[in-house]
């Protein structure tokens, strides 16, 4: 299992931007997929961007355009830069790895954008 710590969060407003970075335990190039979700509340929690160990991303519809997932080398970590924030993006947001089909999530980091 891998030890994921996410961090980045915070109050923003609507059209403003914020990167939330995900630090992991061991080499990401060993992971075989990372990827941000997030969970509104009294909603489930949603695949929000993804990362495979070659570089194949994907994202959900709602923020195509809008947010980026990348892979910083240097600091090992995974991160999400995220423009044109909504009021609708509000959720906490977590970190995901997969391991051979063996989930690992981080403690989440808060975001909230306001009206």
């Known amino acids: 299992q891998v030890q994921l710590a996410e961090s980045g969060g915070g109050l923003v407003q609507t059209g403003g931007s914020l990167r939330l970075s995900c630090a992991a335990s061991?080499?990401?190039?060993?992971?075989?997929?990372m990827a941000w979700y997030r969970q509104a509340p009294g909603k489930q929690r949603e695949l929000v961007a993804g990362?495979?160990?070659?570089?194949?991303?994907n994202y959900a519809d709602s923020v195509k355009g809008r947010f980026t997932i990348s892979r910083d080398v240097a600091k090992n970590t995974v991160n999400l830069q995220m423009n044109s924030l909504k009021p609708e993006d509000t959720a906490v947001y977590y970190c995901?790895?997969?391991?051979?089909?063996?989930?690992?999530w981080g403690q989440g980091t808060q975001v909230t954008v306001s009206s």
């Open positions: 061991i080499n990401i190039f060993s992971i075989n997929s």
């Open positions: 990362i495979r160990r070659l570089g194949l991303s």
């Open positions: 995901n790895a997969d391991i051979r089909g063996s989930d690992s």
